[in-house]
């Protein structure tokens, strides 16, 4: 039986059996609905009451939660055995607390005896996932950022940066934006979620967005009970608060020079393979006109630090950034497990749960 390889992250989990060259096979919602005692759903008009989320800000944070999640992935999606489990990678959040690195082997050998365990770092994966064993990647995702430099397979992590924004809060900021344009209708968070990915765009350059400011195109959207609304320079506010934070009302960087400021705290030796091996994950970064406009940023920096992005194989699947760290895990599995570089149910009944940081980082 393949490896499964499972990327849990604040908004999707992506799971499937280690096939490094497609897309995961299993893609859904983190979040969870509360069931009433007899079984039955919440009314929808309550669903975001009553909503749990396992993964915070890229943390597993409700671990009943994430138990039940995890079961109905492994023998339902996978369709696993109970009493024949097989091997299980997991893809790991840069800066994850020792804790939780426990908790998640804990739970994997005594809840759901899996017969072998790894984890590791997504940079490290996300890399793996376009040939590359050195470079930068920038992960935009539901709940944080993570900037983290790769060097021969090892993640700096004295240098790296994670930032406790992500798609939650360009959300948020979306909801805030329409509810001076349209503040007759009142939008539910699904809703609001739904218009950031089908509409939003980043703008060319600081030009191209005062332009869009003041444009007058539109696109339409239906709601769910039929009402329509407009949508208009909203849709360029949500990429532009990645370049300007201030947007947000942060006093921070942009994320290109948030990069290059992570990249010259390290030796300047290691600058050139980090610069030239740079990688964009996460949903948001494949936001119509992202990419674009991050090498266009980079080419205006100042600093003689100027990053390049990797173009990922032809032969992987397309939307490689939203799944790149799954992929670059599956890469893994097809390694470690063969090779028995992963923990066995052995090393965990011997050394306990304090093994993952011996084995796996």
Known sequence: MEAAVIDAGSKLLKAGTAVPDQSPPIIIPTQMQRTLEDGSSADNSLLEDVCVDPVVRGFIRDWDAMEDLLHYVLYTGLEWEEGNEGQILFTDPLCTPKAVREQLVQLMFETFNVSGF????????????????????????????????????????????????GGTDLTKLLAQELSKSIPHVNLRVSDIELMKEKYSCCAEDDLAYAK??????????????????????????????????????LEAHG?????????????????????ENTVLCGGITSMPGFEDRFQKESSLCSSAIRPSLVKPPEYMPEQLTQYSAWVGGAILAKVVFPQNQHITKGDYDETGPSIVHRKCF
């Open 118 to 165: 790894y984890a590791s770092e997504q940079a490290i994966l996300s890399l793996y996932a376009v040939g590359r064993i050195s470079g930068c990647t920038v992960d935009i995702g539901h709940g944080k950022i993570d900037i983290a430099l790769v060097i021969e397979g090892a993640v700096q992590h004295i240098a790296s940066r994670r930032f406790e924004i």
């Open 212 to 249: 869009a400011q003041q444009s007058s195109d539109t696109e339409q959207h239906v709601l769910p009970d039929g009402q329509v609304i407009t949508i208009g320079k909203e849709r360029y506010t949500v990429g532009e608060a990645l370049f300007h934070p201030s947007i947000l009302g």
């Open 255 to 275: 994320i290109v020079e948030q990069l290059v400021r992570t990249i010259s705290t390290v030796s300047s030796e290691n600058h050139r393979q980090l610069l």
